[in-house]
């Protein structure tokens, strides 16, 4: 009886530990794999949003199709520019700067928005002077930059 | 316990797959995302790369009622989608009316054009303002042009009299060279120019051309367009026409001027009777004027070259057949003799005909050989009221082609816009030209064979080039023989024998557009009643013996018509088939045997210049000893490889001794930047040697006519050179030996007989004016002639021999002073009256004489 009882204590002792023992075990193992898990999908996010935008980026291509001078007057002065979206992706036009030797002008745009292989145009006030070369520089929504230059 | 432990490895074993899994997808996950961004740069590399090698141009412009017409040729390697035309009015200031953007939508094939380009958009191009325009392709890239911009800017402009001094009645060339210096960098198109003439009070200036080119479609920059036009000037002696040469679309108020002096040849002109003195056998023209003579005494191995008129009015010269000899002239030399030729041009008029084939086929097709058949090299477009003709430069009873009497049916003829810049007739598909089939014809033959060239864009249906046969021929039935574009492909078929079967042979290109706007050459060849074959460039793209047969072998459509641009049953009812392109040197005749070897003459029939560079020829001046050796530095002029034009006879002649009418005329000029100097015992000499082309196709031959008469009338009849003009007479070959007495020959050129007195001389000045002496007249004809005594009556045409004493100090009196050995200016002084009564009184100058 005496050696029944003992052994049956020594039995239930090693159930219980090797019970939390495997608890402890899941439970670790489980958060280990769901911290992993999570850091991997933080990493994966991260690494295609990088991709995204490289590749986007790297896709987009703004042609400055056409740009004339019209106007006779300070006034009535202006610039028509047409661009022309020659790559794959579309894209956004946010700023277009027209830089002279002696000003800066920008022009910032909220629905620059122009589909693949399609053109766009925009006509600014801008108060040209005949014979000055002009520096004109696109900016995309995705810091693309493009650059021409002309003369009126 | 075993079994305890057994579960805490499934358990760890699970973790390890589960922590394994997530590691191997991450990085097969990114290892993806590495991959596909490095496609991405490499797609993105490759649009680039494509970007830069795309290619193209705009080879041709012009405004087509007031609507633009591009042709624009992709000359990269990818195919275009042309997608936009720009079109900014830089004239006009109203920014409404000013810039316009218009869908094109085109694709270009690498290698291939599209045509027409602005003919469909709503603009109306007004020729008066100037445009830039700019193509934009699908992938970015731009071609800009800009349009009647000659007026923007002042552009480099020159005008060249060739010669700038000529007797009266003969021609001066015209050329106008138009520079495109703009700035910009831009393509001008449409130069149009306007050269007008102005005489001055007297003289005349008529147009014997029409300006060539009419105007230049595109000229690119830095490049230069030439336009010529040549007038035939009359007038007196010191009379001028001035030339003022513009665009007439070209920059206000810019234009360039020249002014063409005429010098008279000295002759008598009173009482309407002209006795010209042709001192010992010649009459003298200006120091600047060298006659290329046949003569060879004294000539080393060439011919006489000296400023002497042909011998007699009755000579007509002699023929050198240029591409087989060369043409060799020198003048003759004398001690003590220096003679200073300014800096200057040296031009040298010259008359040649071409041969109407190239050398290797001269013995095949009509022509020399004496086939029959016909050639129609499309180099004359002159046609007043019809009934007239194209000329047919074949030579054996030529036909000629008629141009229709409904002008709407008559095709346009241009100078130069052939396959070589040669003579051709654009037909808009309702023209054509037609001629009766007959025996010299030769449509009906067994074996025969036409060659031609061929340039359309329209690629639609059934366009005839050359159809012999008449109502009836079409469909299943009928005999024909027929070239023709059937769609895109190039068609040759005939049928020789309708009556057992369809019998129709066939050859036919297939899997090219030939319809691509470029000129194109053919040779189909019938050989037996059962083979056709085709060529093109030189090519054998077609060929068929598997149809046909039948009992007839020769094609029955004697009686019938032969057409160039249309199917002549048209006529009757039958399908027209109209051509629309241009067409050259169509040429038929009776036999099928083109060899290939030693030569090929189906590539040299393609080859073949027919055009601006018919032919080459080296023009050499240089001074030589007095024995012809060469002298260092003694090159005046050195012109290798000057091309002439093709001058067509137009046939109907004797090929050995054409006719004065057929000759044509050219200018060659050579530019000296410094004097030349002919040294003591020096010569000139003037060489022509001809030039195989080696680029350009076959041998033409070319004839070079010399010291014919009249080259002071009206019509230049032989050829000569012109030069700065010297401060003396280079020497002649004219010699008078002072221990006899001297004759002259003394021609009537005008209307009314006439009678020489007692009073006429002959004088000797020395060269350096110092001393002078004159000799009396003693008998014409050998009938003396004194104070009592007139000459015998010299008929209007007669050449009389005139005899004078020797000539001394004071005339007459033989105890004076004899003329001594030496270089003397001689002059005729002729008296007399005429059957009217009327006095003349002349003094003709014969030139520089060397009396021994």
């Not at chain 2, 030439?226 to 206000?252: C, I, M, P, R």
């Not at chain 2, 018509?561 to 249309?566: D, E, N, P, Q």
Request: glycine share 8%; proline share 4%.
């Amino acid at each position: 009886m005496r050696r029944q009882s003992r052994h049956s204590k020594r039995g239930l002792s090693t159930v219980v530990v090797s019970g939390m023992l495997i608890a402890a075990v899941a439970i670790m193992g489980s958060a280990v794999v769901s911290w992993s898990n999570s850091n991997m999908m933080t990493h994966q996010q991260s690494l295609e949003t990088t991709y995204s935008t490289n590749v986007n980026k790297i896709k987009e291509y703004l042609t400055i199709e056409n740009v004339w001078f019209g106007g006779t007057t300070p006034a009535n002065k202006f610039v028509n520019i047409t661009f022309n979206n020659a790559g794959s992706i579309g894209l956004n036009v946010t700023e277009v700067q027209l830089v002279t030797s002696t000003s800066t002008t920008e022009f910032s745009f909220t629905n620059g928005g122009i589909f693949p292989s399609k053109a766009n145009s925009t006509q600014e006030s801008y108060n040209w002077q005949d014979g000055v070369p002009i520096d004109l520089i696109v900016t995309t929504s995705r810091d693309s930059i493009f650059r021409t230059q002309v003369t009126p | 316990m075993k079994s305890r432990r057994g579960l805490s490895t499934v358990i760890g074993a699970i973790f390890f797959i589960i922590a394994a899994s997530s590691t191997i997808g991450y990085v097969t996950y990114s290892m993806n995302t590495i991959d596909k961004y490095n496609q991405s740069v490499l797609e993105k590399n490759q649009e680039d790369v494509e970007r830069s090698d795309e290619q193209f141009k705009i080879t041709r412009i012009t405004i087509d009622n007031n609507k633009l017409n591009m042709t624009i040729q992709n000359i990269g390697t990818l195919p275009i989608n042309i997608t936009r035309l720009w079109v900014e009015n830089t004239t006009d200031t109203d920014d409404t009316d000013r810039v316009f953007k218009y869908d094109v939508k085109q694709a270009v094939y690498p290698g291939e054009n599209i045509i027409k380009v602005g003919q469909n958009i709503p603009l109306t191009i007004k020729t008066t303002q100037a445009y830039d325009l700019k193509l934009v392709t699908e992938r970015g890239n731009e071609q800009k042009i800009s349009v009647n911009s000659a007026n923007t800017a002042p552009l480099h402009l020159q005008i060249f009299a060739l010669p700038e001094e000529v007797p009266t009645g003969f021609t001066t060339t015209l050329l106008f060279a138009v520079t495109n210096n703009m700035s910009d960098n831009s393509v001008l198109t449409n130069l149009t120019p306007n050269i007008v003439a102005s005489p001055s009070s007297g003289a005349s200036a008529i147009p014997k051309s029409s300006i060539i080119p009419a105007s230049y479609q595109v000229l690119n920059p830095g490049d230069t367009a030439y336009f010529k036009q040549t007038y035939t000037l009359t007038g007196e002696s010191g009379e001028s026409v001035g030339f003022t040469a513009s665009l007439q679309n070209g920059y206000s108020g810019q234009s360039v001027s020249q002014t063409v002096d005429i010098s008279i040849i000295e002759q008598a002109e009173q009482s309407q009777t002209s006795l010209t003195s042709a001192g010992l056998g010649s009459q003298s023209l200006p120091d600047d004027l060298l006659v290329l003579h046949k003569e060879t005494t004294d000539a080393l191995d060439g011919r006489q070259l000296y400023g002497i008129d042909p011998e007699s009015s009755s000579d007509t010269g002699t023929i050198i057949q240029l591409d087989s000899t060369d043409a060799v002239f020198y003048t003759n030399y004398d001690s003590p003799l220096e003679v200073t030729i300014p800096q200057g041009k040296w031009n040298a008029t010259l008359r040649y005909l071409s041969q109407p084939m190239p050398d290797s086929l001269a013995s095949l097709v009509p022509g020399e050989s004496g086939r029959d058949g016909v050639i129609y090299h499309f180099e004359d477009g002159a046609c007043g009221t019809p009934p007239c003709y194209v000329k047919d430069s074949s030579g054996d009873s030529p036909t000629n082609l008629s141009v229709p009497s409904t002008a709407s049916n008559r095709p346009t003829w241009s100078s130069n816009i052939g396959p070589h810049s040669s003579g051709a007739f654009s037909f808009d598909g309702g023209d054509y030209l037609d001629a009766t089939v007959t025996d010299d014809t030769k449509m009906e033959e067994r074996d025969i064979t036409t060659a031609g060239w061929f340039r359309t864009s329209v690629g639609t249906g059934v366009q005839v080039i050359f159809r012999a046969g008449d109502d009836g021929d079409t469909g299943s039935s009928g005999e024909f023989y027929q070239i023709s574009l059937n769609g895109q492909n190039l068609r040759f078929n005939y049928r020789s024998d309708n009556n057992s079967g369809d019998n129709l042979v066939t050859c036919q290109t297939s899997g090219f557009n030939y319809a691509n706007n470029n000129w194109q050459h053919f040779v189909a060849i019938r050989d037996d009643h059962r083979t056709c074959k085709l060529y093109i460039n030189g090519t054998l793209v077609a060929n068929d013996n598997s149809n046909g047969g039948g009992g007839n072998t020769n094609i029955d459509v004697s009686g019938d018509k032969f057409a160039i641009g249309r199917d002549p049953s048209c006529a009757g009812g039958g399908s027209c088939n109209y051509f629309t392109g241009d067409l050259d040197d169509i040429i038929h005749w009776d036999d099928d045997e083109l060899a290939t070897t030693p030569s090929n003459q189906i590539d040299d029939l393609y080859k073949t210049n027919f055009g601006v560079a018919s032919h080459k020829v080296t023009f050499t001046i240089e001074r030589v000893t007095s024995t012809g050796l060469p002298i260092t530095g003694g090159t005046v002029i050195d012109s290798p490889s000057y091309q002439l034009n093709f001058a067509d006879g137009f046939g109907d002649y004797d090929l050995t001794t054409p006719p004065d009418s057929k000759w044509k005329q050219f200018n060659f000029t050579g530019i000296t930047t410094s004097d030349t100097l002919v040294d003591d015992n020096e010569r000139l000499k003037f060489k022509m040697h001809f030039e195989n082309p080696a680029d350009s196709g076959e041998k033409m031959k070319m004839k070079l006519k010399i010291d014919d008469q009249g080259i002071v009338s009206g019509q230049l009849k032989s050829s000569l050179i012109q030069m700065p003009f010297p401060d003396k007479a280079l020497t002649g070959y004219a010699t008078y030996d002072n221990s006899g007495v001297g004759h002259m020959n003394v021609h009537n050129t005008g209307t009314n007989g006439a009678w020489i007195s007692f009073m006429s001389r002959m004088i000797f000045d020395s060269m350096d004016d110092s001393s002078s002496y004159g000799a009396l007249i003693k008998q014409v004809e050998g009938r003396p002639i004194d104070s009592t005594k007139d000459s015998a009556f010299f008929a209007p045409g007669d050449t009389n021999d005139a005899e004078f004493d020797k000539p001394y100090s004071v005339p007459g009196d033989a105890s004076t002073t004899l003329v001594p050995e030496g270089r003397y200016k001689m002059y005729a002084f002729l008296s007399g009256y005429d059957e009217r009564g009327q006095i003349f009184l002349q003094t003709a100058y014969v030139g520089v004489v060397r009396v021994t």
